[in-house]
């Protein structure tokens, strides 16, 4: 029998055989399956559902005549020869989106796509420059994705968007380009009841006594609070840690603590509600937005728009900022003034 007839593929032919058996979807599942290490994980990402995953790449594997993945507990691996795929669809998917960024280079910002990730915290201020943004050229597609700082750096080193945003940078890397963009106080947050809400300049050490509550380890709005505690000589009361701002918010009402957030989370609870602004000394403590890209990765024509747009966006954020600190304020001269008349 002869080898072309012996029951194996062949690729001496070059390669027909994968251009007509296997497909760019299925290089994309795999990519995806290797980066996050779970078919679950990729079929999220890609909005699928993961029996349609696990057929493709079984699929996939039957076209290369090998496994490609194996499973170590409740993760999976990629074999010898998935690692070598994965390689290449790294390659393949890489020239796709540089052919991609060309081509909407050439259409101008009639056309084109903005695919952006966002640190959890900045889901407040990204999208409406987002919108905005969008307001200005109708034309682009916008892909927005939302997840933790983990997964956000999971993506730049995969280059899987165009910019991101994010906080204070934890450390300086040449790769790595880091454009600050808009302004992010974070301030103390108590109930509007709170003994507190009513007092100005309070002391810092006041804080140490109170019931703490923090977002959880890696969060850079917990390093930026932990950092002034420790730089204060004060040590925090932590009661809890909760994973998102708006657990945290809700725990506060329920009265089981004051916590720190960035001030652009709370723009929605000044026109009215259950939370109000500590003025303690030392606060707010001020950091910046960041849009961060992968220095030696081209920009489109679109992303560096888009990136010059949010940079000059920064007076209205400040203004809304302002407005809202404004409502705080107000709030407070109401909790002093019925203080007062309760005497």
């Known amino acids: 029998m002869s080898p072309a007839n012996d029951g194996r593929h062949t690729f001496a032919g070059g390669a027909d055989y994968l251009i007509r058996h296997a497909t760019l979807r299925q290089l994309q599942l795999l990519e995806a399956i290797v980066r996050l290490g779970s078919f679950t994980r990729a079929a999220e990402e890609l909005f699928l559902t993961q029996p349609t995953v696990s057929m493709q790449i079984k699929k996939l594997s039957e076209t290369l005549g090998t496994p490609l993945f194996r499973h170590v507990g409740r993760t999976v691996e990629p074999t010898d020869a998935g690692r070598e795929v994965y390689a290449a669809c790294r390659e393949i998917l890489g ?100 003994p507190l809400a009513a007092e100005r300049e309070v002391p810092m050490q006041r804080l140490a006594d109170e019931n703490l509550i923090l977002r959880e380890p890696g969060s850079g709005i917990r390093d930026a609070v932990l950092k002034w505690f420790n730089e204060s000589g004060l040590e925090p009361r932590v009661r809890m840690q909760l994973g998102s701002n708006e657990a945290i918010k809700h725990a506060i009402v329920g009265g089981l603590g004051i916590s720190v957030l960035s001030l652009h ?16 000394q030392g606060f707010p403590i001020m950091r910046r937005w960041h849009l961060v890209h992968w220095r030696g990765r081209e920009l489109s024509l679109v992303a560096r728009t888009f990136r010059d747009f949010a940079v000059d966006y920064e007076p209205e954020i400040e203004v809304r900022l302002a407005k809202a600190e404004t409502a705080f304020e107000q709030m407070r001269e109401r909790l002093r003034q019925g203080e007062a008349a309760g005497r």
Do not use: W
Request: net charge negative; with cysteine; proline share 5%.
């Open 265 to 280: 989370s709370l723009r929605l609870e000044s026109a009215g509600g259950g939370l109000a602004l500590l003025d303690v």
């Open 95 to 194: 020239t796709l989106t540089d052919l991609e960024v060309k081509l909407s280079d050439l259409k101008g910002l009639k056309r084109g796509r903005l695919r952006l990730g966002v640190v959890t915290t900045a889901k407040y201020v990204a999208p409406e420059i987002l919108g905005a943004f969008c307001k200005q050229y109708p034309g682009i597609e916008v892909s927005l994705r939302v997840t933790n700082r983990e997964h956000i750096l999971e993506r730049l080193m995969a280059h899987d968007d165009d910019l991101y945003v994010s906080g204070q940078p934890r450390d300086d890397n040449e790769q790595i380009e880091s454009i600050p963009f808009a302004p992010n106080p974070l301030v103390v947050v108590a109930r509007a009841d709170h």
